[in-house]
């Protein structure tokens, strides 16, 4: 069993950043992927960034230049964000999936974190 936990939301104005944290105990691996995920109010869940050890990062469109992946070690990944907008608001949860490919379908991972919210003010 993997158990993520994520820290680092909270409310930002517009042009603001943050920086989201999850770290992963349990039975994890440096081949896992870890991703970033985000849900907003009445809307389905939808893929933001993700790391795999061998591919690099990738990004949605909507993130890509503003938001940047990173860890500092196997267990601790990172989620900089940066010129947010109101539109981020979201819950955010991050994930991983054992299979060293990073996948956008939330159903391709099988650990998450409880989530963490973001809102960012007009």
């Known amino acids: 069993q993997v158990q993520l936990v994520e820290s680092g939301g909270g409310l930002v104005e517009t042009g603001g950043s943050l920086r989201l944290s999850c770290a992963a105990s349990?039975?994890?691996?440096?081949?896992?992927?870890m991703g970033w995920f985000r849900q907003a109010p009445g809307k389905e869940r939808v893929f933001v960034a993700g790391?795999?050890?061998?591919?690099?990062t990738y990004y949605s469109d909507s993130v890509k230049g503003r938001f940047t992946i990173s860890k500092d070690n196997v267990k601790t990944i990172f989620l900089q964000m940066n010129s947010l907008k109101p539109e981020d608001t979201a819950v955010y949860y991050c994930?991983?999936?054992?299979?060293?490919?990073?996948?956008?379908?939330?159903?391709?991972?099988?650990?998450w974190g409880q989530g963490t919210q973001v809102t960012v003010s007009a």
């Open positions: 790391m795999a050890l061998r591919s690099g």
């Open positions: 349990g039975r994890i691996s440096d081949h896992d992927v």
């Open positions: 994930a991983r999936n054992p299979t060293g490919i990073v996948y956008d379908s939330p159903s391709r991972y099988r650990y």
